[in-house]
């Protein structure tokens, strides 16, 4: 974060709903469609509050449901329009048929989810299994810890998507209830400077709804026997193509916006006073803030432990997190979200597929909280501090720790 | 009638990795009659040219002729909605020969 305000910036006070309805602004995004749902309702209410006040030229439209959402801005998309929505919850799994669709196409959509437990048991309330739930179809995922970071990713998702080495849609994550009602400083970076920073628009140059260039928009490919699976297999190798390209485009362009705007945020994952660490826990999303005040407790208390944050969440930075963990005897994960079918948090999942390339083996620990809302405390990442420090020494992992599971 | 014939040209997708995005930009020959199974027949004797065949067919493959109705077999799908519909029962569906 940067300490001197950058000339022509202006500093406000807003959660990290309205931090991504002003990034959507500062975008100058040329179609918005909207579907309000808990807790993502007031981002949309201020994009329509900016719309109607002249200060962003969009079109938005209010469709009758999510599908409708996403097919509407494929469409515009596909128009030539740069576009944007939020949504949440089971407002995304009414969205997913369009949503598998769009990296396919490979239309740079940027979608915020503000992230939210999904049923049942009924709950409205923060937790990432929703945007987990959809880790695997081709968007890129990237997880917010502050509301100033979700006004600069937001931004930054659009150059990322429409970069032509990438052209795949972006989720910006921010945590329901933590980010998205949270009230921080935020500072507002200069229009003219956005606009330079993202350049033209250019999102259809592959292809298009346009009279002047007709062509069939995904048409069927043919069965077995042909040449159908065949080219079939030749998109999907260049739909996981652009996926490991965006790796190294999200960090040029991580890197560009910390020269422009004096905000340097990891692109991929964050090393957090990593330096002689034995163990180490890793975080993803607004839990992260809370993390490092356990780490620096702990510090202060003499323990060698670090933090490793992880930001982008797909694609997977395997790479960078085995180098940010490549020395310590133990690591804890903790998710807020889970698994299903592995009985652990789906980060914890990757992380040990990733460490898998690792010289020796490093016993590692899934720890989930902050379900339903839950807040996770620093005294709750004391104990996961505690709990790996124990694994650091025995090497004797324990099934998954539930941390709110009385509190 | 030209498949082909179109107000612009086809766009020109060389310059676009082929890895990218699924475009077709060639029109295909094939039309309807090409997979169709069943095929109407008109009984000429039968139909009074009321032009219910022609109101409901929705490829509009029924074309008129000097005392009946007959059919473009190359855009006919055989989809039978004529013969279901026809008040003289003057049309029946027919395989297409294997």
């Not at chain 1, 939020?86 to 799994?93: E, Q, T, V, Y």
């Not at chain 1, 079939?232 to 705007?261: A, D, P």
């Not at chain 1, 957090?272 to 992260?288: N, Q």
Request: hydrophobic content about 40%; aromatic content about 8%; charged content about 20%.
């Amino acid at each position: 974060m940067s300490a001197v305000l950058k000339p022509k910036s202006k500093l406000i006070v807003c959660d990290g709903n309205e931090a991504a309805a002003w990034a959507v602004s500062l975008a100058n995004v040329d179609m918005v469609a909207v579907y309000p749902i808990t807790p993502q309702s007031s981002l949309v209410e201020y994009l329509a509050k900016f719309i109607a006040d002249g200060r962003l030229g969009a079109e938005i439209v209010d469709v009758e449901g999510e599908h409708s959402v996403l097919s509407v801005l494929q469409g515009a998309c596909l128009a030539g329009a740069r576009t944007y929505t939020a949504s949440c919850g089971p407002g995304l799994a009414f969205m997913f048929e369009p949503y598998l669709r769009t990296p396919g196409l490979r239309l740079p959509l940027v979608m915020t989810i503000v992230t939210r437990d999904t049923l049942t048991p009924q709950s409205v309330w923060g937790g990432h299994q929703d945007a987990m739930s959809v880790r695997e179809v081709g968007w890129v995922q990237m997880y917010c810890e502050s509301v100033q970071e979700v006004l600069d990713t937001t931004i930054m998702a659009y150059k990322i998507a429409e970069h032509h080495d990438v052209m795949l849609p972006v989720n910006v994550c921010h945590d329901g209830n933590y980010l998205s009602f949270g009230a921080a400083r935020c500072e507002l970076p200069d229009q003219g400077e956005v606009n330079a920073f993202l350049g033209e628009k250019d999102v259809n140059w592959h292809v298009a709804l346009d009279p002047q260039r007709p062509m069939a928009v995904d048409p069927l490919t043919g069965g077995a026997g042909g040449p159908g699976p065949a080219t079939f297999v030749r998109y999907r190798k260049g739909q996981c193509g652009g996926m490991q390209n965006s790796l190294k485009v999200i960090t040029e362009v991580h890197e560009e916006w910390g020269r422009r705007f004096g905000r340097y945020h990891a692109p991929l994952v964050e090393s957090y006073r990593m330096d002689g660490a034995e163990y180490a826990i890793v975080t993803i999303g607004s839990m992260t803030g809370a993390a490092k005040d356990a780490v620096d407790e702990a510090r202060a208390r003499g323990e060698k432990v670090g933090l490793v944050k992880v930001k982008t969440y797909r694609p997977f930075p395997a790479q960078a997190l085995l180098t940010a963990l490549a020395d310590v005897k133990a690591f804890g994960v903790v998710d807020r979200s889970v698994s299903f079918g592995w009985n652990c948090g789906p980060l914890f999942q990757d992380a040990v597929t990733a460490m898998y390339d690792a010289p020796k083996r490093i016993p590692a620990m899934s720890f989930i909280g902050g379900l339903a809302g839950a807040d996770l405390t620093v005294g709750h990442f004391e104990r996961v501090i505690g709990r790996t420090k124990e694994l650091a020494r025995d090497g004797l992992a324990a099934e998954t720790v539930w941390l709110n599971e009385k509190d | 009638m030209s498949t082909t014939q179109q107000a612009y040209p086809m766009f020109d997708a060389s310059t676009i990795p082929d890895d990218l995005c699924p475009i077709a930009t060639k029109p295909t020959p094939m039309l309807p009659g090409d997979w169709r199974s069943m095929r109407p027949v008109v009984d000429r004797a039968k139909c009074v040219k009321c032009a219910v065949c022609w109101l409901y067919c929705p490829v509009q493959c029924v074309v008129e002729k000097a005392a009946w109705f007959d059919f473009n077999l190359k855009t006919c799908k055989g989809c039978g909605i004529c013969a279901t519909e026809c008040p003289q029962r003057a049309i029946a569906m027919i395989e297409e020969a294997a």
